[in-house]
């Protein structure tokens, strides 16, 4: 359940292999063995200290050690994991479901938990207490949920800090393996949702994919590609006016602006044959047909070894090549008076001005939170910021690495939770977990 919404995401959304997963194919292979031998000394019916151990009960807390906090995710997804995988194989090799008898507490996704980097004092975000052979083979994929969720989702918070609320285009479906999509989609969403709440913003999700807003509800967007230039022999004006002609209104009309490495060359271009367009309609009164070549933006994407022609070279890289803050500066400056130069009728002089004030800047090609920062700092005037493999980082040098870990902190014995973790790890609590009825999952 998400903290922003209050709705849990449907089960079926994850296409939980449970068949699978139940009999340990995603997990460690240790944790397999001991769910097997677990279950043998139970059978044998085996005892240590007057004790059933097959059959010990134990309290497990699953907690993140990202410093200073992560954006949680991967909660809804860990509980389905637990709905439909705990339990046992019976003599008949038929799996007992037997989730029903765990008592389970979790928080919900997109909140916060914090590490300090004190092991004995950590932030929860679920707790399992039951039979432990029962559970034991799932800790795998509940970790695995958890962090690649929770990993993305801060990554998003961190660089719609840096971003001071503007939009992000979330750019990484190419970075990583389809089947991730839709978990990276939505931990993107839980990223934005968080920094909204934590800022009082109205910043909006943008995906790339279909697949990306497919547990919430987004559509993909985008722009046109190099390719689909080099499909019109390179002319980027013309290949616009085709993509205006045929898509549908709903979709924003954004030229990218790089094939020639003339940003402001081809920007200029694709402007002012698009308004020609959009005024000769609006002239005969066709409105909406007007409406499909309002131009909503340009998107410089220059490769990072390369200096765009407008911009005059001073010799360090950073200042010169790719989506640098000069290349900004001039392009802002060159759409903001493009109109001037154009042969008016002065009636159309103050339409054709806010045609061209209003085109945005959505920058796009290695941008990271230090260089959103430096380009925030500097006010370059980006509306929009796409981030692509930056989002997926998992470093220690960058502080984006993310793990959780599941520890057994407490063991039930003459029907009595007593503390028992190994050294350096101890029982902690949320005041964030709440009961969860696992039959309601």
């Known amino acids: 359940m998400t903290i922003f919404n209050g709705e849990r995401l449907d089960r079926k959304v994850f296409q939980l292999d449970k068949e699978r997963m139940s009999r340990g194919w995603y997990s460690d292979v240790y944790f ?105 083979i799932l800790e795998t994929p509940i970790l695995g949920s958890l962090t690649e969720a929770s990993r993305i989702a801060t990554n998003v918070y961190l660089v719609m800090k840096a971003a001071r609320g503007k939009d992000i285009l979330f750019f990484p479906a190419r970075f990583a393996h389809y089947k991730l999509q839709a978990l990276h989609g939505y931990a993107y969403s839980l990223g934005v949702n968080a920094y909204n709440n934590d800022f009082g913003a109205n910043t909006q999700r943008f995906v790339s994919t279909d697949e990306q807003g497919a547990w919430w509800g987004g559509k993909g967007g985008g722009t046109i590609s190099h390719s689909y230039i080099a499909s019109f022999l390179g002319d980027t004006a013309e290949s616009m006016i085709q993509f205006c002609r045929h898509m549908p209104l709903d979709v924003n009309r954004i030229a990218l602006v790089d094939f020639d490495n003339d940003c402001i060359g081809t920007s200029l271009n694709v402007l002012k044959v698009m308004f020609n367009k959009y005024i000769s309609l609006k002239k005969k009164g066709n409105h909406k047909a007007a409406e499909r070549y309002k131009l909503f933006g340009v998107r410089p994407d220059t490769s990072s070894n390369l200096r765009d022609e407008s911009v005059e070279p001073l010799g360090n890289k950073e200042l010169d090549t790719g989506v640098n803050a000069r290349l900004i500066y001039k392009l802002r400056r060159a759409l903001d008076d493009a109109y001037k130069d154009w042969d008016l009728d002065p009636t159309d002089v103050r339409t054709a001005q806010n045609y061209c004030k209003n085109v945005k800047i959505i920058a796009t090609g290695g941008f990271s ?38 520890d057994v902190v407490r063991v039930k014995i003459d029907d009595e939770w007593k503390h028992l973790a190994k050294v350096g790890r101890s029982a902690s609590d949320n005041p964030s977990l709440k009961k969860i009825d696992l039959s309601k999952i």
């Not at 677990?38 to 699953?62: A, P, R």
């Not at 046992?88 to 979790?106: G, P």
């Not at 509306?383 to 220690?396: A, E, K, M, R």
């Open 32 to 136: 397999r063995n001991i769910s097997r031998i677990l279950k043998k000394l139970s059978e044998e019916g085996y005892s240590y200290k007057g004790h059933d151990i097959g059959s010990i009960e134990v309290e497990m807390q699953i907690f993140p050690r990202r410093k200073p906090f992560c954006i949680v995710g991967g909660v809804d997804e860990a509980l389905s994991i637990l709905k439909t995988s705990a339990g046992y194989i019976d003599k008949d090799e038929n799996f007992v479901n037997t989730s029903s008898e765990l008592e389970v507490e979790a928080c919900h996704d997109g909140e916060k938990a914090r590490y300090s980097g004190d092991p004995h004092r950590v932030e929860p975000v679920l707790k399992i207490r039951g039979r432990y052979r029962d559970f034991s």
């Open 369 to 406: 939170p230090e260089k959103i920062n430096k380009f925030e700092r500097s006010q370059v005037p980006v509306d929009i910021y796409g981030v692509g493999s930056w989002l997926l980082s998992n470093s220690s040098a960058d502080g984006t690495k993310n793990d959780f870990t599941g």
